[in-house]
């Protein structure tokens, strides 16, 4: 039985306006939080080395209005992913009680929540340098289609990691004027990540996606699934291996950082041998412990970089 918005006290509309944003679960705020943060970070890095320097922090303004960006834009895609699964969350268990799903907010107000964190969003851009702005459209075109595409293809999880990982060339474009090869790997990397989480996710409502005709990568790849996500995770590691030897082996870290990824080798080995089983709990639980590894990738970066800024 649905809930009739008229019958909706002020307490509940805001409880489901949290629900639509997710802000009562911030799991997917940090999976976007921190990937954004290492791009802040690193481009940074980047652009003190473009200026002869091995180190460099980013201002506090720049650092503050991406992690604002992130945390908003995450909320968005929220509210717009709820509007584009309206007709089919009531049918799956884990999402029937959404308030689009249960009739406690309409779908006119979903994407009033979405154009209102658009704007506040956009409002941040007007502390950063105008090239920003041009890049932000493409992260607002990709967060209003990726909930869509698991209609059409069996790689909305693609969409969804190209969409949350724009922050990364327009954190780059911020802090040094352009991309570069080094800028487009971290994308890549987040990217490789991001589609194998959101493949463990996506195995722990298979079987109710097949029934109601959505698609996606747990799907597309079957029994080959956790096989095709520790490649993916491999590539990751590989990728950011990469991208850290760039960055801090000229330094008086040397290669130190790369071999810190060795502890993110050990949590993805954790979280397939979980998804080996296939039930929806072990694979929804794998997907939760990618928070630590946004964290810890964080943290490995920031203090490789705080370490060189101090200690060259």
């Not at 679960?25 to 970070?41: A, C």
């Not at 704007?119 to 992260?139: D, E, K, N, R, T």
């Not at 999880?157 to 990982?165: E, P, S």
Request: net charge positive; hydrophobic share 55%.
């Amino acid at each position: 039985m649905t809930t009739t918005t008229s019958a909706i006290t002020r307490k509940e509309k805001i409880h489901a306006y949290m629900q639509l944003t997710r802000f009562d679960k911030p799991v997917g705020i940090e999976l976007l939080l921190w990937p954004t943060l290492w791009g802040v970070l690193l481009a940074a890095m980047g652009q003190a080395q473009l200026q002869g320097s091995s180190a460099g922090l980013p201002s506090l303004k720049v650092f503050v209005v991406f992690a604002l960006g992130a945390i908003l834009m995450r909320a968005a895609g929220c509210a717009i992913n709820d509007f584009a699964d309206r007709k089919v969350d009531g049918h799956v268990t884990r999402t029937k009680g959404r308030p689009l799903a249960d009739g406690r907010l309409s779908g006119k107000e979903a994407i009033a929540t979405f154009l209102v964190l658009v704007a506040l969003s956009a409002s941040l851009l007007l502390f950063l340098p105008i090239q920003v702005f041009y890049w932000s459209l493409g992260a607002v075109v990709l967060a209003f289609i990726y909930p869509f595409m698991k209609r059409f293809t069996h790689l909305p999880q693609v969409f969804l990691a190209a969409a949350f990982g724009w922050a990364i060339p327009m954190a780059y474009v911020a802090i040094t004027g352009a991309t570069d090869i080094w800028c487009w790997l971290l994308f890549l990397a987040y990217m490789c990540w991001t589609v194998a989480y959101d493949t463990q996710y996506a195995m722990a409502d298979r079987e109710e996606d097949l029934k109601i005709g959505v698609k996606s990568t747990a799907i597309l790849f079957g029994r080959y699934d956790v096989v095709i996500v520790s490649v993916l995770q491999s590539l990751f590691l590989l990728i950011m291996g990469l991208v850290l030897w760039h960055y801090f082996a000229p330094t008086s870290l040397g290669i130190t950082p790369i071999f810190g990824l060795a502890l993110v080798a050990m949590m993805f080995a954790k979280q397939n041998s979980a998804c080996a089983s296939r039930q929806a709990a072990d694979c929804f639980q794998a997907f939760l412990a990618n928070i630590w590894v946004g964290r810890y990738v964080f943290a490995l970066v920031a203090i490789s970089c705080l370490w060189t800024t101090f200690n060259g």
